[in-house]
């Protein structure tokens, strides 16, 4: 089976700091995707990748940059961390099969 | 642009009861359709997909769902609700020409009465 991790499951940040949230996946998949899940909104496209150093904006990018250097890990970054980016934050990887997700970071920026 | 939406913020169930959770997406083509669910603290986790074919689709767990084009609805359903099928439950569109990015809709939250 196919495994995303994220190397957090909390994270508690300050106002104003750089944060970076981790996603690896297994399976040498091309496609990986950052949402962000917030109640009654169900998850929002953040950023997604199709290959290395290849990046493109989903659908609310603003605050937030992502990195891929190797094929099995993408980066979230909060370039400055605000209160309201507080949320569930999921990575997922995708092949023609569908989409795996991982267990998700719940960041709180205080 | 497509979109998707569960109108059931929350649904309450009693165990053994039969359940329906609504989807309605809007999409100009035929879509890829996906149901997931996530159990607390958990991500989320594949239920069924339609792609194409029996517009009746079998899952996990013993879920379906029916892909209703003339209705763009894509409904879940199950005979009998386990106290364990308390969770919340996602459905998603994707767009069959730009790399199947999925657009998710609210969610509803299902609680299982004994």
């Known amino acids: 089976d196919v495994k995303v991790t994220q190397s957090s499951r909390y994270l508690v940040k300050r106002t104003g700091e750089k944060v970076f949230l981790e996603c690896v996946q297994d399976m040498d998949h091309e496609n990986m995707f950052w949402y962000r899940q917030d109640p009654g909104l169900g998850l929002r496209l953040i950023y997604f990748?199709?290959?290395?150093?290849?990046?493109e904006k989903g659908d609310i990018p603003e605050g937030y940059s992502v990195s891929r250097e190797k094929k099995e890990r993408f980066s979230l970054i909060l370039e400055s961390a605000s209160t309201n980016q507080t949320s569930m934050y999921l990575c997922?990887?995708?092949?023609?099969?569908?989409?795996?997700f991982g267990s998700g970071t719940r960041l709180t920026v205080v | 642009a497509q979109s998707v939406t569960q109108p059931d913020i929350h649904i309450t169930v009693s165990e053994g009861a039969s359940l329906e959770l609504r989807c309605n997406y809007s999409y100009g083509a035929t879509p890829y359709l996906f149901w997931y669910v996530q159990s607390p603290g958990q991500g989320l986790q594949l239920l069924l997909k339609y792609f194409s074919g029996d517009t009746l689709v079998q899952g996990i767990k013993g879920f379906e769902a029916e892909f209703k084009r003339s209705q763009s609805s894509f409904n879940l359903r199950k005979p009998s609700v386990h106290w364990s099928d308390a969770a919340e439950y996602f459905c998603a569109v994707g767009e069959t020409n730009a790399g199947n990015m999925l657009t998710f809709g609210g969610g509803t939250r299902l609680m299982v009465k004994p």
């Open positions: 997922a990887s995708r092949t023609v099969y569908g989409y795996t």
């Open positions: 990748s199709y290959d290395v150093k290849m990046k």
